[in-house]
């Protein structure tokens, strides 16, 4: 477990990069294409694990009853708001 998150914390990173330089660099075209494409890769895999990583949350949040309890990451921000309302 521990190298797939190192390999998603190396993609993440060569994504910012990649970001960085598209916004900041005034790259020729085919440089910026290869960049953007390499942009796009990076992208869907980090999306792969943390969609991996959201169903791994969402089995560990069953209950003793094997029902799933598939709660949102930002329950605490909704129960907050829910405060707020009263």
């Known amino acids: 477990m521990a190298s797939q998150s190192n390999e998603f914390e190396k993609s993440f990173?060569?994504?910012?990069?990649?970001?960085?330089?598209?916004?900041?660099?005034?790259?020729?075209?085919?440089?910026?294409?290869?960049?953007?494409?390499?942009?796009?890769?990076?992208?869907?895999?980090?999306?792969?694990k943390l969609e991996e990583v959201e169903k791994k949350i969402e089995l560990i949040l069953a209950d003793a009853k094997g029902q799933p309890r598939v709660q949102p990451f930002e329950a605490e921000d909704e129960e907050e708001s829910d405060d707020r309302d009263d």
């Open 13 to 48: 990173q060569q994504l910012e990069e990649i970001v960085k330089r598209l916004e900041g660099e005034n790259l020729p075209l085919d440089e910026a294409l290869q960049l953007f494409e390499e942009g796009i890769r990076l992208s869907r895999f980090c999306n792969q």
